[in-house]
Structure formats: C-alpha cells, structure tokens
C-alpha cells in the first residue's frame, strides 16, 4: 500500500515541479563563452586587425565595423577559404586563428606565392589531430 501512496498526484507533481526547476536554474545560469582572441582581414589581406569574441556573430559584427565592411558577410579560414558557418565549428578555433571577412560576392584566394594547396597541407609539420588541425601559426600575409 505505501507505493500507492507514492504515486499521489500531488506527490509526483512536486516532483516534476522540483526537476523542472532545477533544469530552468541550469539552462538559465549557464555562463556565455569566454571571449578569445582572432586575427582577422579583408578579402586583398591588406587590412589585418585582431579582435577578441565569444561568438561567431559577435566577431562578424566587430569586423563590420573595424574593417569597415558592409552588408552581408561571411567568415572564411584565410589559410584554405574553409567557411565557417556554424557556432559549433567556430568553438571549435583554435586562439589566434586568421580569418578571412568576405561581403557579399567576394571570394577567398590563396595568397600570392604561395604553394599549391595540395603540397602546403602535406608540408604541414606534425600531426593532423583533431582540436589541432584548426591552428594556423601565421597569419601575415606573406607566402
């Protein structure tokens, strides 16, 4: 008979309630990203700034302001022009990466004298391991 009594409407009620709570106190009280360092430029690599952002919207409209851009923009890794689309790829940057702030209808170019895509993946030194592969150690420009 005690089960019973467990499976009271207003018992488990309460229970629900309480679970409920806990998780709103979770899902509110969970803090924002960290702000992180970036190197960004313009699409002819002759602007370059570094800006700090705890998100990928947050680092486009620094950029529109501090490369004086306008319009729709899109985000690119300047070593390769991979587009970074998703906050999840973007948490997933390394500090320091260099990126490419492109408007609307321009395109990622490798930099001039710089080796073929296929020869500078395969000359890169050590490892291509996950959580590593997204560092880009130089982001000057020069090839």
Not at 17 to 38: A, C, I, Y
Not at 87 to 96: G, K, S
Not at 104 to 113: A, C, E, I, S
Not at 128 to 135: K, M, T
Request: net charge positive; charged share 25%; glycine share 10%.
């Amino acid at each position: 008979m005690e089960y019973l009594s467990a499976l009271n409407p207003s018992g488990l009620l309460r229970s629900v309630s309480n679970m409920s709570s806990d998780l709103g106190r979770k899902v509110w009280t969970s803090t924002p990203p960290p702000q992180r360092p970036f190197r960004i430029c313009d699409h002819k690599r002759t602007t370059r700034k570094g800006l700090t952002a705890a998100t990928r919207q947050e680092l486009l409209d620094k950029a529109l302001g501090t490369l004086m851009l306008n319009g729709v923009l899109t985000l690119v890794l300047e070593e390769d022009g991979t587009m970074v689309e998703s906050e999840d790829f973007f948490q997933l940057l390394e500090d320091d990466t260099c990126l490419m702030v492109l408007e609307l209808g321009q395109k990622w170019r490798p930099r001039k004298g710089a080796p073929p895509m296929g020869l500078r993946t395969a000359a890169r030194p050590g490892p291509r391991l996950a959580g590593n592969f997204l560092h880009h150690s130089s982001c000057s420009g020069r090839g």
